[in-house]
């Protein structure tokens, strides 16, 4: 009896894990990203209600510089490390802020919205 709990438990799990992150995502589009980060994708909110792109703090920490900060985990690619930081945020929070962000991306993002949104954030350079 026990075995069975532990398989439909196992079951249950991959069936609440998103597709895109067992298949690749598509090519993202960067300008398609930058929409999306002023907009409410599917009821999700905006991105820019928490974060900003000019080194600001607002809710969470400016995304300005995104692209460097995306490769502080090592052997881990900067699209994993933000496909992580976007679909679970708890896996990577930044020192000095709590663990606030909208935890729901996953649901309401695309495949193609998760990687224009992605594609966008690589273009984030520190100045």
Same mark, same amino acid.
């Given at each position: 009896?026990?075995?069975f709990i532990i398989l439909a438990a196992a079951?249950?799990?991959? +069936? *609440?894990?998103?597709? %895109?992150?067992? /298949?690749?995502l598509p090519t993202g589009d960067a300008e398609? @990203? %930058? =929409? !999306?980060?002023? =907009?409410?994708?599917?009821? +999700?909110?905006? *991105?820019?209600? *928490?974060? &900003?792109?000019? $080194? &600001?703090? !607002?809710?969470?920490?400016?995304?300005? $510089?995104?692209?460097?900060?995306?490769?502080?985990? %090592? $052997?881990?690619? +900067? /699209?994993?490390?933000?496909? &992580?930081?976007?679909?679970?945020?708890?896996?990577?929070?930044?020192? @000095?802020?709590?663990?606030s962000m909208y935890n729901q991306y996953v =649901?309401? !993002?695309?495949?193609?919205? &998760?990687?224009?949104?992605? +594609?966008? !954030?690589?273009?984030? =350079? @520190?100045?």
């Open positions: 009896m026990r075995i079951l249950m799990i991959a +069936a *609440c894990t998103p597709a %895109a992150a067992s /298949e690749p398609r @990203g %930058a =929409q !999306l980060f002023n =907009q409410s994708v599917n009821g +999700a909110p905006a *991105c820019s209600t *928490c974060h &900003t792109l000019d $080194g &600001t703090a !607002l809710v969470g920490p400016s995304l300005q $510089g995104a692209a460097d900060a995306a490769a502080r985990v %090592a $052997g881990q690619s +900067a /699209e994993d490390y933000l496909y &992580t930081s976007i679909m679970q945020p708890a896996a990577f929070v930044v020192s @000095g802020y709590s663990n =649901q309401y !993002l695309s495949p193609q919205d &998760t990687a224009d949104f992605i +594609a966008f !954030l690589l273009t984030l =350079q @520190g100045d």
